[in-house]
């Protein structure tokens, strides 16, 4: 069974940072795309940022290019998000997911594994 369990989250002000992580155990890493979403209340999920297998691919939103970093580290299991710059406009909960790998690498959709979530909550 594979699980996701990040964590990171807090509050923080405008301009601060903070860095997320989700920790994968059930599959071996390495056979597995990661991504970062977050959902705000009332609102869709949003995709974030999205990083493949090797960690040489990385993709982003749009309103998070310039300010977000995803990046992973295979020998512990563990995808990042470093959040810099951060907005009021990015409180939200911060879910990693697992896509597994295949043929074609889809960043944006078709995550096969989902994580709880995080609260990340940016004051103005």
């Known amino acids: 069974q594979v699980q996701l369990v990040e964590s990171g989250g807090g509050l923080v002000q405008a301009g601060g940072s903070l860095r997320l992580s989700c920790v994968v155990s059930?599959?071996?890493?390495?056979?597995?795309?990661m991504g970062w979403f977050r959902q705000a209340p009332g609102k869709e999920r949003d995709f974030v940022a999205a990083?493949?297998?090797?960690?040489?691919?990385?993709y982003y939103g749009d309103s998070v290019k310039g300010r977000f970093t995803i990046s992973r580290d295979n020998g512990k299991n563990t995808v990042y998000l470093q959040m810099n710059s951060l907005k009021p406009e990015d409180t939200a909960v911060y879910s990693c997911?697992?896509?597994?790998?295949?043929?074609?690498?889809?960043?944006?959709?078709?995550?096969?594994?989902w994580g709880q979530g995080t609260q990340v909550t940016v004051s103005s």
């Open positions: 997911a697992a896509q597994t790998l295949g043929t074609t690498w889809y960043p944006r959709a078709r995550y096969d594994y």
């Open positions: 059930g599959r071996t890493f390495n056979t597995l795309h």
């Open positions: 990083i493949n297998w090797s960690g040489l691919s990385t």
